[in-house]
């Protein structure tokens, strides 16, 4: 089972920037796929961004059209940690982000294609 913990939402003016982490346990973090989802109220949950493992020390992010550009998905395996980097931030951004590890590694886009999830963290752009 693995454990995830996402930390560093807020309240932050459009235009700005923020960086969000998950911190994840239970299993060899280095070869672990994650993604980063969203949901804003009266939505359903969205792809944003993931980072996925493809064997040996690679990786391959993949992003949602409506934050490419704008956000970064990166991670530090000697912390067990993954994180987004999200600037120039929209109001349309406003969302509870949430993430997600992939078990089988399949560099999905599908929520129901990730197996474990954090409890979310609240972003708010005002406008």
């Known amino acids: 089972q693995v454990h995830l913990v996402e930390s560093g939402g807020g309240l932050v003016q459009a235009g700005g920037s923020l960086r969000l982490s998950c911190a994840a346990s239970?299993?060899?973090?280095?070869?672990?796929?994650l993604g980063w989802f969203r949901q804003a109220p009266g939505k359903e949950r969205e792809f944003v961004a993931r980072?996925?493992?493809?064997?040996?020390?690679?990786?391959?992010?993949d992003y949602a059209d409506s934050v490419k550009g704008r956000f970064t998905i990166s991670r530090d395996n000697a912390k067990n940690t993954v994180y987004l980097q999200m600037n120039t931030l929209k109001p349309e951004d406003t969302a509870v982000y949430y993430c997600?590890?992939?078990?089988?590694?399949?560099?999905?886009?599908?929520?129901?294609?990730?197996?474990?999830w954090g409890q979310g963290t609240q972003v708010t752009v005002s406008a």
């Open positions: 997600a590890s992939d078990e089988t590694n399949s560099g999905s886009r599908r929520s129901d294609e990730y197996d474990y």
């Open positions: 239970g299993r060899t973090f280095s070869r672990l796929s």
């Open positions: 980072i996925t493992w493809t064997g040996g020390r690679t990786y391959l992010a």
